[in-house]
């Protein structure tokens, strides 16, 4: 049985016209990333987590192209909304799945195994860490990583969400100049860098990519 829940004269309305075949300058981002997707099972739960509790702003409410049933809603930071181009900071989207009609996900290669907030120093993380704790999730302790100090506790269907502070970033023992250009380990893992580095393979930039 085919089933076809696609809107295609919506989309096609809705939808760039053309193949983006090369990114341009107005379609390069200048911070960040576009945004991070995850799937949910009940989507007014997962706003009251990340509209209510952590205080992101919901900026958008749609529906899957492939499942109208399917709510599709954006949460981002500030005034922050999809759509404008340049800058994005901490937009978040999620599907809404049924767990009745979708059996769970099991974590494997290519998927998500977290995504960290920021938050703006040391002292706003304990409070934030507090939060949590009155609200009833579970949450790591504070961990040095560090570039920067972390809190790791997971949303209403379970995906790990980490909270990390700001600094002191990553020129603690680098120099900015020479920022990427060597394999940079904890110290809890300089140990094992020759098997590290063993495993590693080079890093290259698809051509469609401009700097």
Do not use: C
Not at 44 to 72: C, I, M, W
């Amino acid at each position: 049985m085919v089933i076809d829940n696609r809107d295609e004269a919506r989309i096609a309305a809705e939808a760039w016209p053309d193949p983006a075949l090369s990114i341009s300058s107005n379609m390069a981002l200048s911070f960040g990333m576009h945004h991070i997707t995850a799937i949910g099972s009940d989507i007014q739960r997962t706003h009251a987590y990340f509209g209510e509790l952590l205080g992101l702003r919901l900026v958008k409410r749609t529906s899957n192209f492939d499942d109208p049933a399917s709510a599709h809603w954006y949460w981002s930071v500030d005034e922050h909304r999809p759509g404008l181009g340049g800058t994005f900071r901490a937009t978040i989207t999620y599907f809404e799945r049924h767990p009745d009609r979708e059996r769970r996900a099991n974590l494997g290669a290519g998927q998500t195994h977290h995504f960290a907030l920021a938050v703006a120093d040391e002292d706003s993380q304990l409070e934030w860490r507090q939060k949590l704790v009155w609200a009833g999730l579970p949450v790591s302790p504070v961990m040095d990583r560090v570039y920067f100090k972390s809190i790791y506790t997971r949303d209403p269907d379970g995906h790990i969400v980490e909270l990390a502070t700001l600094g002191p970033g990553f020129t603690v023992d680098e120099d900015p100049k020479d920022l990427g250009r060597s394999l940079r380990l904890p110290p809890w893992l300089e140990a094992q860098r020759s098997a590290i580095e063993g495993h590693l393979e080079p890093v290259t930039t698809p051509e469609w990519v401009t700097p």
